[in-house]
């Protein structure tokens, strides 16, 4: 496994497990899917206050035994700022929220703590207050965000830079089905769709800035729509170019996926989100895949995007 240093602040590995989806599992199940991911080099783990109603957060450290003998081992992330019906990123509700993931995880301080989605009722100064605070009494050690564009990010950094606190971390979603930050780049002084600008350059923001792009959703086509892998008849074309790819690196189609995202001189950080201990270990060996520039590109393609 290959190590990033994120915001030039954490060594992590260059993937993550996401803990999103463990509900259902045993206490056992989640225990080997992590003691895996710890075999295989992953030490990033990303969790949000919302998954499984804070369930997630719950099972995670009764699973691997949380206490401050082990803690060390994990680099834990989460998130806060949904509530039903409506986003908060109010000084109240961020305290508390932590407060209360610290209590699930059985831990006295998180590594990374998230805003998830944006607020547009964000009040910047109380969310530094509430950042200062927090890592001030040792809970929270790094901030990022989620899903924020660069100017939602700079009005916050505004206030954060007078307490010392950078932005080190925005959590978007990318795949090879979703390039919407890449495909702005490519065709630019264009007028077709892929020239449209939805995220503010989000992509050279954050390089600029030494903020890591986290990926969300790494095997999912559209919000949520479903998974581009396999006999998947609306990506029959990429599935035919990642599996001739998987097959000369002599790793799983899901390792291609991710070499893809690995690929990128950005050092994105891709979230994995199987429960599935051996598909996690068949992924890790994405670590070790150095696609060509013509693989990377002939991949892009195969996905419909089209080069101007």
Known sequence: MKYLNIGNQIKASEISLGMMRIPGKSLKEIAELVDTALGCGINFFDHADIYGGGKCEELFADAVGMNASVRGKYIIQTKCGIRPGFFDFSKEHILSSVD?????????????????????????????????????????????????????????????????IDIIINQLQFSVTNTGMIDSGLNVNMQNAGSVNHDGDVLEYCRLKDITIQTWSPFMYGFFAGVYLGNNEKYAALNETIDKYAKKYGVTNSAMAIAWILRHPAGMQPIVGSTDKTRVAEICKASGVSLTREEWYDIYKSAGNILP
């Open 100 to 164: 209360a993931s610290l209590k699930r995880l059985k831990t006295d301080y998180i590594d990374v703590l998230l805003l998830h989605r944006p607020d547009t009722l964000m009040e910047p100064e109380e969310v530094a207050s509430a950042f200062e605070i927090l890592k001030a009494n040792g809970k929270v050690r790094h901030f990022g965000m989620s899903n924020q564009k660069p100017l939602q990010i700079e009005l916050l950094q505004k206030y954060l830079t007078g307490v010392g």
